[in-house]
């Protein structure tokens, strides 16, 4: 509705934010066909989503921006992809741009202890200067409100803490397992503290011989050597036979391999609000 201002209320209800949407196009990711959007069993038709990626052909999606009836721009900070619109396109456009806090380049390569990366240098620059520049902010977790407001210097009451939802209903299990199998769930990463959980492993190895550990999620080089995470853990854990990788699992698949835990293990050094958590 015009002038509508959700962030004037606090902790928003589904119901208030249906009562506030009245024929809005949202710019959201991952889908570019119109969809439906379900809240809690309402289907809300008039809700559009169109996904542009800026930082390629932007020129070209620049133009097919123009031709959109958008309301709304919403991205993450995370990689700065809107930084060639609000060069090219917000002051010819002015459409409100929202940016939904993820983990901060600054962030992401502290905890993981990152001296040289494949990003370019100006990456932090430009995430600081989306979120500056917004319209809006918003963050899934009041510790990364407070991270980023301390780094950007920026108001906390200017970032609404908005947290991240899971439908239960998937997740609920009863099941017990009866292996004493320990659960990784996650991308491999320092930040994510498997270093220090295969180091755990090796003394609850020796107190528990049948003990099994399991990484489930993809491999990456994002540790202070800039080699294969995977590779790292292995050269950490004594007994490579109880050590298990699984890869490349649908999100869809990932609560059947946490329900085969006798124990989830959840070792971050940093996080914002994720999902794995939650689930």
Same mark, same amino acid.
């Given at each position: 509705? /015009?002038?509508?201002?959700?962030?004037?209320? !606090?902790?928003?209800?589904?119901?208030?934010?249906?009562?506030?949407?009245?024929?809005?196009?949202? &710019?959201?990711t991952?889908?570019?066909?119109? +969809?439906?959007?379900?809240?809690?069993?309402?289907?809300?038709?008039?809700?559009k989503?169109? *996904?542009?990626?800026?930082?390629?052909?932007?020129?070209?999606?620049?133009?097919?921006? &123009?031709?959109?009836?958008?309301?709304?721009?919403?991205?993450? !900070? $995370?990689?700065?992809?809107?930084?060639?619109?609000?060069?090219?396109?917000?002051?010819?456009?002015?459409?409100?741009?929202?940016? &939904?806090?993820? *983990?901060?380049?600054?962030? $992401?390569?502290?905890?993981?202890?990152?001296?040289?990366? @494949?990003?370019?240098?100006?990456?932090e620059? $430009?995430?600081?200067?989306?979120?500056?520049?917004?319209?809006?902010v918003?963050?899934?977790?009041?510790?990364?409100?407070?991270? #980023? @407001?301390?780094?950007?210097?920026?108001?906390? @009451?200017?970032? #609404?803490?908005?947290?991240?939802?899971?439908? *239960?209903?998937?997740?609920? *299990?009863?099941? &017990?397992?009866?292996?004493?199998?320990?659960?990784?769930?996650?991308?491999?990463?320092?930040?994510?503290?498997?270093?220090?959980?295969? !180091?755990?492993?090796?003394?609850?190895?020796? +107190?528990?011989?049948?003990?099994?550990?399991?990484?489930?999620?993809r /491999?990456?080089t994002?540790?202070?050597?800039?080699?294969?995470?995977?590779?790292?853990? +292995?050269?950490?854990?004594?007994?490579?036979? @109880?050590?298990?990788?699984? !890869?490349?699992?649908?999100?869809?698949?990932? #609560?059947?391999?946490?329900?085969?835990?006798?124990?989830?293990?959840?070792?971050?050094?940093?996080?914002?609000?994720?999902? #794995?958590?939650?689930?």
């Amino acid at each position: 509705k /015009d002038n509508m201002d959700m962030s004037r209320i !606090e902790n928003p209800t589904e119901n208030d934010i249906l009562e506030n949407i009245d024929n809005v196009n949202i &710019k959201v990711t991952f889908d570019e066909n119109s +969809q439906n959007i379900i809240l809690d069993g309402e289907n809300i038709n008039h809700i559009k989503s169109v *996904t542009i990626t800026f930082k390629k052909n932007y020129k070209e999606n620049g133009n097919k921006l &123009k031709k959109e009836d958008i309301d709304i721009i919403e991205s993450p !900070e $995370w990689g700065a992809d809107l930084i060639e619109y609000y060069k090219q396109y917000k002051s010819e456009l002015k459409v409100p741009v929202v940016i &939904k806090l993820h *983990t901060p380049y600054f962030v $992401w390569k502290k905890y993981n202890r990152i001296i040289k990366s @494949s990003y370019i240098p100006e990456i932090e620059e $430009w995430e600081k200067e989306i979120v500056m520049k917004a319209d809006g902010v918003f963050s899934c977790s009041n510790a990364l409100r407070d991270i #980023v @407001s301390e780094e950007y210097n920026i108001d906390k @009451s200017q970032i #609404v803490t908005i947290p991240n939802l899971i439908e *239960t209903r998937s997740v609920i *299990t009863d099941k &017990k397992s009866d292996r004493e199998d320990i659960y990784y769930v996650g991308s491999l990463e320092q930040r994510k503290g498997v270093f220090i959980l295969a !180091e755990a492993f090796n003394i609850v190895k020796k +107190q528990i011989p049948s003990a099994r550990i399991f990484f489930v999620g993809r /491999d990456t080089t994002r540790n202070e050597k800039n080699i294969s995470t995977k590779d790292y853990i +292995q050269e950490i854990i004594d007994d490579e036979e @109880s050590c298990n990788f699984i !890869e490349h699992v649908p999100n869809d698949s990932v #609560v059947k391999y946490m329900q085969k835990a006798s124990v989830l293990v959840f070792p971050s050094l940093f996080e914002n609000f994720p999902y #794995v958590l939650l689930e």
